[in-house]
Structures are given as structure tokens and as C-alpha cells.
């Protein structure tokens, strides 16, 4: 039974950190999406770790303390994917263009000629959002009509997603041939 | 121990073989074949467990093997593979913040002018390359001047306005 349990408790990390992310940002949207992800995925680590000890508690003695700690490993990992998952879910409805084209032809009744869609989503709107984004999370600062870099976390993401690109596809952006 | 190394195992294999195949060849539909190769390589190492448990006892994984087992190999490797994948959908895609970020890298400690940075920033580069994913991936079809969703793209549509709306958020993008 314990072993169930220890299998499980991802999911039930999982579970529990789609609750609280939702029950906070519905209940203080003041607080951001970012910060009620974080705080759903600490509930949600809490959750395993408690779920997997308890597990590990109740079958001592019948599996190496070695093994257990492997279990533990194992339930800690798989959440940390899940919760990975959800957190660019959640960014995926945020942020996606792709996602966002959707909407807007759902919502147009589900057709719309190049022309109208261009006018309902394009590279103004997409533009003006992000780098408002980057603007207010500190990432990009503007001095005297220049945009410069904040903080080095977006960039460094950035430079890896490049170096994953170039290992994966020989090229550094999907613009170049 | 031995569920820890036949997970880790599992997922080392699927990301030789698909750095491997991509050497080779980068595939069309590049998310559905990178799903094929992972879970691909999780359901032979399902079949294996038995023989891989019974061959090698320093695993310690019981014969027959638990479904406890099964099912914690199978949930990690699941978990990773999802995770992977909604990675690589930012391989495969330009995020235009991650774009913009670099042209100001790229300019140097003298910053950006304001008035350049939406120069190269057109539909032709944000938008199009989106809806040509979108029709490639049949969540859309192109009819008399239209585009038109598909009953997928309803279904997609709706999981992230139903989620959108739970969060009590906009429309984003």
C-alpha cells in the first residue's frame, strides 16, 4: 500500500498545486500569475514530500533505507515535471500566439479572412505586451529613449534556448535556412 | 533504487536516440516524433523491466516486478517527456521576448534606440509563421479565403478559454 502511495504522490502534488495557484490568483489577483505559480508549486512540493515520507515511514524496515530514498528521489522528480508542465501551461494561455489566434477565431465564430485576424492579433499588440512584460518584471530597463538589458535572467535563458537550437536543429533561429 | 535507474535510463535512451534521428534528419511534424521516440522508448523498457529486474539483482526491483513499480517508471518518464516537449516547443518557435532580448544584447552597453525596436517586428515574422504551424498541425484549415477552425482547434480553444476563465484572467498573448 505504501508503495501505491509513493507512486501517487505526484499526482496528488500535482492536484493540490493547480489548487492553491487557482484559490490564489482568483482569491488576490493583486499578487501576479508568476507569484500564485510559485506558491502553488511549493504547496504542491509540500504535499509529495509529506505523501512520500509518510509512505517511506510506514514500509521502514521492509525496503532498504537506500531504496526508500531512491522512491523519494523519484516521486520529487516526477513532480518537479509536472509541475514544470503546469507552470508553462498556465504561461501558455498567458503568453502563446498560437493559443491566442485560437481565441480569436473561436470567439469570431470560428472563421476569419488573413485580413481580420491580422487586425484582431498582430506585431503591434504582440510587441507592446511583451516588452511591457519585460519592462515591468525588470528584465529590460529604458534610459533616455534605450532599451538595456536589467537582468541577466531572460538573456541567459535566451543564449541557452540558442545553443539548444544550434545542438538540435544546426541553426539559431527558425528564420535562418 | 532500481525504478530510479531504470527511469533515468529510460529517459538518457530517448534523448540519445532522438539527438541521433535529428542528425540524421530533422522531421516534419518534430513534437509528434520526439512524443514517438520517448514514449517509443518507455514502452520497451516496460517490456524489458522483467528480464532487466531478473538478470540483474543489484537493482532490487522484485520478481515478478510490483505494479507500483510500473507505475512510477511509467508517471516519471510521462512527466519528463511532457515537460521536454513543451520545451522544445520554444526549440522549435522564436519566443519574440527571447528576440527582443537579444537584439538589446546586441546593441551593446549604448542600449537599443526605442525607435529601432520595432523595426523587423512585422506579422510577416510574428504572426504568419503561427498560423502556417496552426494549419500544419490541422487545429485550422484554409477554405474559400478563410481560415476556419477544425473540431481540434474547438477543442483546443476551449481547454485554454475554460482555464482563462477559472483563473478569472483575460485573453492574453
Known amino acids: 500500500m505504501a508503495e501505491w502511495f509513493s507512486a501517487l504522490s505526484p499526482v496528488l502534488g ?15 489577483p493583486a499578487i501576479g500569475l508568476l507569484r500564485s505559480e510559485y506558491l502553488g508549486f511549493a504547496a504542491g512540493l509540500a504535499g509529495v514530500m509529506v505523501v512520500a515520507g509518510a509512505a517511506r515511514s510506514v514500509s521502514s524496515g521492509a525496503a532498504p533505507p537506500v531504496d526508500a ?56 499588440e504582440i510587441v507592446g505586451k511583451r516588452i511591457a512584460r519585460l519592462l515591468g518584471t525588470g528584465q529590460v530597463v529604458l534610459r533616455e529613449g534605450r532599451y538595456h538589458i536589467g537582468s541577466p535572467l531572460v538573456l541567459t535563458i535566451a543564449r541557452g534556448m540558442v545553443a539548444l537550437k544550434k545542438v538540435l536543429l544546426k541553426k539559431g533561429s527558425e528564420h535562418e535556412r | 533504487m532500481g525504478e530510479f535507474v531504470i527511469s533515468a535510463g529510460t529517459v538518457l535512451a530517448a ?13 516534419e511534424r518534430q513534437t509528434r516524433a520526439v512524443l514517438a521516440i520517448f514514449f517509443g522508448t518507455l514502452a520497451t523498457a516496460l517490456l524489458l523491466l522483467p528480464v532487466l529486474a531478473a538478470s540483474w539483482p543489484a537493482l532490487r526491483i522484485p520478481v515478478p516486478v510490483p505494479m507500483p513499480s510500473y507505475l512510477s517508471i511509467s508517471g516519471f518518464v510521462t512527466a519528463v517527456t511532457l515537460a521536454y516537449m513543451i520545451t522544445y516547443s520554444a526549440v522549435e518557435v522564436d519566443s519574440p521576448s527571447l528576440v527582443m532580448v537579444l537584439a538589446i544584447d546586441r546593441a551593446g552597453p549604448g542600449g537599443l534606440p526605442e525607435s529601432e525596436f520595432d523595426q523587423g517586428m512585422s506579422d510577416a515574422l510574428l504572426v504568419e509563421p503561427r498560423i502556417r504551424d496552426l494549419l500544419r498541425d490541422g487545429l485550422i484549415r484554409e477554405e474559400d479565403g478563410l481560415y476556419r477552425l477544425t473540431p481540434k482547434g474547438v477543442r483546443m480553444a476551449r481547454l485554454f478559454i475554460r482555464h482563462r476563465w477559472l483563473l478569472g484572467a483575460g485573453k492574453g498573448g
Open chain 1, 14 to 28: 500535482l492536484a493540490l498545486n493547480v489548487a492553491v495557484q487557482v484559490a490564489t490568483f482568483r482569491g488576490r
Open chain 1, 69 to 124: 530514498a531512491f522512491r523519494v528521489l523519484l516521486s520529487l522528480g516526477c513532480y518537479a515535471a509536472l509541475g514544470y508542465c503546469h507552470f508553462h501551461f498556465v504561461n501558455l494561455g498567458e503568453t502563446a500566439r498560437r493559443i491566442r489566434l485560437l481565441r480569436e477565431l473561436h470567439e469570431a465564430g470560428g472563421a476569419l479572412s488573413h485580413g481580420e485576424l491580422a487586425a484582431r492579433y498582430g506585431a503591434g
Open chain 2, 15 to 27: 534523448f540519445a536516440i532522438h539527438l541521433v534521428a535529428w542528425r540524421v534528419r530533422v522531421p
